[in-house]
């Protein structure tokens, strides 16, 4: 039940960031600030909550199993995502995107109420670029309040994804480990063939390439208060 609350917030975060493409799209190059901040948060989380714990299970094949499941799936998901062009593909990939979200998310919690405390924090900004990128990318043949409409339906399968880790949650310490290892990869892809190749798009500027390492310090520096 308290992860389901948690993911109210990237879902309202989603929300909010959909309303505001859909009335007024914002410059590509606050676009890009905000997917190199939200790849630093991201990033940090993966690597300073994620990895750790994976380290320390001492459970390689896992690991291994997991690692590559994770490769697979996000390969396959690249090679879709090539494939489907349109509003209908933006909005199969995205959807795809937000339940595995859910799904690490739910795992986090299940590793420890801070871990899903700072995996909440990072989901919430990536979300609501996806917000963003829904809307902005819908708003040219759509009315804004279908836009919104259907982004607060994509996101929703963000509760979804940490619904289906309850059950997970409850596996012999092996299997958890190899989830574990999915959601790293997972969010190390969303990082490196996501966020920042979009941000890229973008010309960049000094300030803006260093939002990324604003998000990463950040999180470190939130993580290092709760203890």
Not at 114 to 143: H, N, P, R, Y
Not at 185 to 200: D, R
């Amino acid at each position: 039940m308290t992860t389901l609350i948690y993911t109210l917030i990237p879902v309202s975060a989603a929300i909010i960031g959909a309303a505001i493409a859909a009335y007024r799209r914002p410059e590509p190059i606050v676009i890009s600030a905000i997917q190199h901040f939200a790849a630093g948060v991201v990033f940090a989380a993966a690597a300073g909550e994620i990895l750790p714990d994976l380290k320390h299970a001492g459970s390689v094949v896992p690991v291994a199993i997991g690692g590559t499941i994770g490769v697979i799936v996000m390969l396959l998901l690249k090679s879709f995502e090539e494939r489907m062009q349109g509003p209908l593909g933006l909005t199969a990939i995205i959807g795809v995107d937000i339940l595995i979200d859910g799904l690490v998310l739910g795992l986090g919690f299940a590793a420890g109420e801070k871990v899903g405390l700072l995996l909440t924090i990072a989901l919430t900004i990536e979300v609501l670029f996806l917000g963003l990128t829904v809307a902005a990318e819908l708003g040219e043949s759509m009315k804004p309040g279908r836009v919104v409409g259907l982004t607060a339906g994509l996101v929703m399968l963000l509760p979804v994804g940490a619904l289906v880790a309850t059950p997970i949650a409850s596996l012999p310490g092996p299997y958890l480990t190899g989830f574990f290892a999915f959601g790293l990869i997972a969010l190390l892809y969303l990082v490196t063939e996501e966020l920042l190749v979009e941000a890229h798009e973008t010309p960049d500027r000094p300030w803006v390439a260093a939002m990324f390492f604003v998000g990463f310090l950040l999180l470190l520096l939130l993580e290092s208060a709760m203890g």
